[in-house]
């Protein structure tokens, strides 16, 4: 097996928020509960998760944006956060993103040229050879030439996420972050950018770390998929094998939503609240909405436990889950109205 | 809303002042200190004793109300612009270092700007002028001094906010240094609030300048700004009112034209996105 590009070793990160006054104690939200995984290269990794999963600072941490409390993230053997100005430097040519919201990723004010360009001048490339780069990726992403002197304004969602990814292949980067790339597309648009990315992909060889609360565009993309909940993994493993045989309850209930085709959203998931994430709930963090929760899954936390090769899941109940022995308890009430009263 | 209509107005008397202020000499038709005292109080043409060759008539010295007047604007305008242009520069850069580096430097900073805009700006500016003694390079500092720190505030809002927005985080993910982010992101996307504040404050300035020179410690003769036109004419106020009215008109006049500029400019760019 090939070596990984990407690794996350039992990554962490907390966040302090500000004291409510001078003698107040500080407050700590943990974004990024303990989560590992690896990329092999070549492959794309979707991370599938509601809003304040922590997919997001996953994805932030990959791109040096926000650094881990704890743990290591490790890209070609070398930990990114550890790295000399010099390795830092040929990082950022080797790893790009692309954001969600086309309209916010653009600069307003520069036009598309000098935005796709923008990655290439910070690497000290000439004026020339950038432009003539330039060019070269607005064609591949398949804008027309002339879009370089046009500003961002000028185009639609559709295109302007075309510019974002034209400019994130400008320095032939191999490690693409995509964080719910084509989310704030309309769905017509959505299958050309998805299409795109694919392409792109199986030309250039490039990694993928695809950031998506939609099952169906993450199940396009992936090779491997990583079920973010609260912080945690809850679920990782093969695509096929955690979509189409999903082992965690939430999987599971994601999974059966998306088969439904509705939305992925609070309500529809059922049963209990979001908790909150200055109190945390004790052991599973998704006992509070979880049928199967017991007075185990509050006292501990559960460990990812493989289930079928490379595919772990994190429930104390798996088995009698998978054969259909466990009763729905239902989530611990009590506990709920605790969690909602916080 | 409709939009409102453009305060054309406004505009034209904006420039005009400083049309007047930087040709100054080259339009009036007297010196600003030449004296006749053949033509002593004579009023504005119009009434009875004046002359066209007084258009605003003449002061207690025989010298040209219109042409002290355009004298007095160039002065108090250029003080004005002077003070706005520098104390934006120096606000401006504080806030962006405030705003990007944050932590103790930010604290720093922000605790300053506190400090100075919990002063009252004419207290602190006659603390100055006694200090520093008056002058037009002195009232130009005291008016920097007063003026920096809202700049600073603006600007550091502004960055703190532009810092967090999606092509920021995407121009750090290619490499590109804060110092470039700064130049070419944040400060293209915080300009339009800096020049409705800078705008304003032109406004400010003058009526700053006006009251200290009114009150002796701004401009000195034989300089010549409207505070002071006003407060020489104040004397005579009883026997001839052109002396202190035209000063007093043309500081409102200039004041309520930068103002409205200012709001207008405020009220078309503040609804964000509208490029």
Known sequence: MTPPMVEARGLFKRFTLPRHSLFAASRTVTAVEGVSFAIPAGTTFGVVGESGSGKTTLARMLLKLEQPSEGQLLVNDQDIFAQTPAEERAYRRLVQAVFQDPYGALSPRMRAGAIVTEPLRALGVHRRAADMKAAEVLELVGMRRDAASRYPHEFSGGQRQRIAIARALSVDPRLLVLDEPVSALDVSVRAQVLALLREMQQRLGLTYLFIGHDLAVVRYLSDAVGVMYFGRMVEIGPARDVLRRPAHPYTRRLVALAAAEAPLGVARLGGGTLPNPLSPPSGCHFRTRCAFADARCAADAPALREIAPGHNAACHHLDAIAAGTKAETGPLLEEASRQRAV | MPPARLPILAIAVCVLLIVAALLGGVLAPYAADEADFGAVMVPPYGLEGGT?????????????????LIAGTRISMLTAGAAVLVAGTIGVLLGLIAGYL??????????????????PFILMALALVAALGTGVGNIILVMILT?????????????????????VLLARVAGVRPLTIAMRHVLPNAQTSILVLAVLDVGRAIILESSLSFLGLGIQPPDMSWGLILAQGRTYMGIAWWLTVWPGLAIVLAV????????????????????
Request: charged share 30%; aromatic share 8%.
């Open chain 2, 52 to 68: 066209v060759a007084h258009l605003l008539g003449t002061d207690q010295l025989g010298r040209d109300m219109l042409s002290r």
């Open chain 2, 102 to 119: 944050g932590g103790l430097v930010d604290a720093a900073i922000m605790r300053l700007v506190d400090a100075f805009l919990a002063l």
């Open chain 2, 147 to 167: 003026n920096w720190a809202r700049y600073a505030r603006l600007v550091r809002s502004e960055v703190l906010s532009i810092k967090r927005r999606d092509f």
């Open chain 2, 256 to 275: 309520v034209c930068f103002n409205t500029v200012g709001e207008r400019l405020r009220v078309k760019f503040d609804p964000r996105g509208a490029l």
